[in-house]
């Protein structure tokens, strides 16, 4: 073999090789997108819901984790018309719940906002309770917020458990985590100028 023919053979083995990573590369990112689209709760990771592209795929990840919970009249609003609401679902008591999805990531803190538009959509939906599900963390006003108005915060961390015992298969642990009752007394307005 000769000085051309050897740069030749590695030429080519290299076009192979940026070939073959090319495919690999491109199948691992369509496997990503598709366990997305599909939206899995089997196969969905905390890591999958952090690439989501919008909050209407983890709206359709809430809907299908809370249809394999066995939760009962689970719906998926419109978006252009869901009147503050993602989801509706009625619990194992009976509760008709909505719930609010937002999908943010792991450092942007959810605000005021969403308790407010989950609150106000109680009526609209003739609902029992409320929650703001989240892929992140929430402001303290919010939590406030919603400690006043009994509205459950579900955060990044009450996610990641819920994801974990509905992949260890132990349902009425994960539904208990949503159907709690979680508020603790709150200082309000009125209970600081009676104080002061």
């Not at 997108?33 to 209407?56: F, L, Y």
């Not at 419109?78 to 993602?86: E, K, L, N, P, W």
Request: overall charge negative; some cysteine.
């Amino acid at each position: 073999m000769n000085w051309s023919e050897n740069i030749t053979l590695w030429v080519i083995t290299g076009i192979v090789l940026l070939l073959l990573l090319t495919w690999m590369t491109r199948r691992i990112i369509y496997r990503g997108q598709r366990i997305r689209s599909e939206a899995n709760p089997q196969k969905i990771t905390i890591k999958d819901i952090d690439k989501m592209e919008d909050g209407s795929e983890f709206e359709l990840y809430l809907y299908n984790l809370f249809e394999r919970l066995g939760y009962e009249e689970v719906h998926k609003t419109t978006s252009s018309r869901d009147f503050g609401a993602d989801l509706v679902f009625v619990d194992r008591l009976g509760r008709r719940t909505v719930v609010q999805a937002k999908r943010y990531g792991a450092n942007h803190p959810v605000g005021l906002s969403a308790v407010q538009e989950i609150y106000t959509s109680i009526r609209y939906y003739e609902a029992d309770r409320s929650i703001v599900l989240t892929s992140a963390r929430y402001t303290e006003a919010c939590r406030t917020l919603a400690a006043v108005n009994e509205v459950k915060l579900l955060d990044r961390e009450d996610l990641i458990e819920l994801i974990a015992l509905f992949k260890s298969r132990r349902l009425d642990e994960a539904m208990e985590l949503i159907e709690e009752h979680d508020h603790e007394p709150i200082e309000t307005w009125q209970s600081r100028r009676k104080r002061s």
